[in-house]
């Protein structure tokens, strides 16, 4: 059963970096899509960004677009979620999963049917 483990989080001031990792620790995640996660205090969960496979396509949501990369490094079973100029409202629980399916339609490419979600790492971006 896939499992993944997320950190990489911690406090940082506004405009700020941080670079978040995303490890399969029991099976491989070279044949699956992987997406990032966050849920705010009191808000629903965001779909913040998704991967293919290979990494050849990259979905971002609009409130983090330019500002956030999505990468992996397959030999390493590591998805990354680079995050630059934070702003407070990044401040969140970040989690990955996999995704069950993705697919390019309309020059856009979207996963869902997500499962195997790590238990997420913080992320707080305060002055």
């Known amino acids: 059963q896939l499992q993944l483990v997320e950190s990489g989080g911690g406090l940082v001031q506004p405009g700020g970096s941080l670079k978040l990792s995303c490890v399969g620790s029991?099976?491989?995640?070279?044949?699956?899509?992987i997406g990032w996660f966050r849920q705010a205090p009191g808000k629903g969960r965001e779909g913040v960004s998704c991967i293919s496979s290979r990494g050849g396509r990259t979905m971002y949501a609009d409130s983090v677009k330019g500002r956030f990369t999505i990468s992996r490094d397959n030999a390493k079973n590591t998805v990354y979620l680079q995050m630059s100029s934070l702003k407070p409202e990044d401040t969140a629980v970040y989690s990955c999963?996999?995704?069950?399916?993705?697919?390019?339609?309309?020059?856009?490419?979207?996963?869902?049917?997500?499962?195997?979600w790590g238990q997420g790492t913080q992320v707080t971006v305060s002055s």
């Open positions: 029991t099976v491989t995640l070279k044949n699956f899509a």
């Open positions: 999963a996999a995704a069950g399916s993705d697919r390019w339609a309309n020059s856009r490419y979207s996963c869902d049917g997500y499962h195997s």
